[in-house]
T-cell receptor, first 114, second 111 residues
């Protein structure tokens, strides 16, 4: 089944404890992206990747890191999480490197930072 | 900076009562406008892509249209299963990977 998977789905952590949220897609998509969604708001783009080893900042990159060493994986790293990073996170992938084809979204990771 | 504004924030309809959702945008060089549906606790699901003013796309009870300033998602004779949040997103300019989403319209259809 073609899909985007994220792990973990739920995570409660404490301020300053490094964490990684994994994202993997099995559709051989070139483009991948991370978003956060806060109550009543749409998705805000954190980082995106046009292809392996190519990443760029979205609108809200502060406090996050990403890497794209393999085409299928695009982990999101919070090196020192803070309470304002409590949010619902979505990973997405798209067939073309321009991202102009539709994005397929993962199920989301609900993160709480205490 | 690209801006996307969706209205209304929330819309309550009776089953069968047709209506429209609005997505207005301010961008430099629209490359594509996307509509997604999001059910509670789930990731968005793709509905339509529109590329140029005058373009229209249809799928079941949904029809999306695009002008130079806004897009409409028309819902004809909605059913309770159409209840969801509808998100609009744009890609514009020379930054090919950047996507800007609106805050969404939450649609509730009562039987």
């Amino acid at each position: 089944e073609a899909q985007v998977t994220q792990n973990p789905r739920y995570l409660i952590t404490v301020t300053g404890k490094k964490l990684t949220v994994t994202c993997s897609q099995n559709m051989n998509h070139e483009y991948m992206s991370w978003y956060r969604q806060d109550p009543g708001l749409g998705l805000r783009q954190i980082y995106y990747s046009m292809n392996v080893e190519v990443t760029d900042k979205g609108d809200v990159p502060e406090g996050y890191k990403v890497s794209r060493k393999e085409k299928r994986n695009f982990p999101l790293i919070l090196e020192s999480p803070s309470p304002n990073q409590t949010s619902l996170y979505f990973c997405a992938s798209s067939l073309t490197s321009g991202g102009l084809s539709e994005q397929f979204f993962g199920p989301g990771t609900r993160l709480t930072v205490l | 900076e690209d801006q996307v504004t969706q209205s209304p924030e929330a819309l309550r309809l009776q089953e069968g009562e047709s209506s429209s959702l609005n997505c207005s945008y301010t961008v430099s060089g629209l490359r594509g406008l996307f509509w997604y549906r999001q059910d509670p606790g789930k990731g968005p699901e793709f509905l339509f892509t529109l590329y140029s003013a005058g373009e229209e796309k249809e799928k079941e009870r949904l029809k999306a249209t695009l002008t130079k300033k806004e897009s409409f998602l028309h819902i004809t004779a909605p059913k309770p299963e159409d209840s969801a949040t509808y998100l609009c997103a744009v890609q514009a300019g020379t930054n090919a990977g950047k996507s800007t989403f609106g805050d969404g319209t939450t649609l509730t259809v009562k039987p």
